[in-house]
């Protein structure tokens, strides 16, 4: 049979191997785990290219409003209404020169 003072060194030498595997999972888990530190890292350069994408949207939203603003019969800018109406109809003024770009224009 196991002696006394072989169970108790079992016992001694169990409590620290029983510690160390804890810090290991502990620490695996910490690092790769689902909320670990390297999708930690993932999800903060997601985060910053999402920032980026919306200040890219906001800035362009502001600008149409803008636009929008300057359109509005309270405010209305001759300049940008000239410039939308030729743009729309294709009219020029006189003395303009059109120039015809062969990419843009349907072929008949």
Do not use: N, W
Not at 76 to 104: C, F, H, I, M, S
């Amino acid at each position: 049979m196991i002696g006394m003072k072989t169970k108790r060194a079992m016992m001694s030498g169990a409590l620290p191997l029983f510690c160390f595997a804890l810090v290991i999972y502990f620490s695996y888990f910490g690092i790769y785990g689902q909320h670990g530190l390297i999708t930690l890292v993932k999800t903060k350069s997601e985060l910053e290219l999402r920032q980026a994408e919306l200040d890219d949207v906001v800035l362009q939203r502001e600008r149409l409003e803008r636009r929008v603003l300057l359109l509005r019969s309270e405010s209305l800018d001759p300049d940008l209404l000239d410039e939308q109406a030729r743009a729309v109809l294709g009219y020029t003024a006189p003395g303009e020169v059109t120039v015809l770009d062969r990419k843009r224009v349907p072929e008949r």
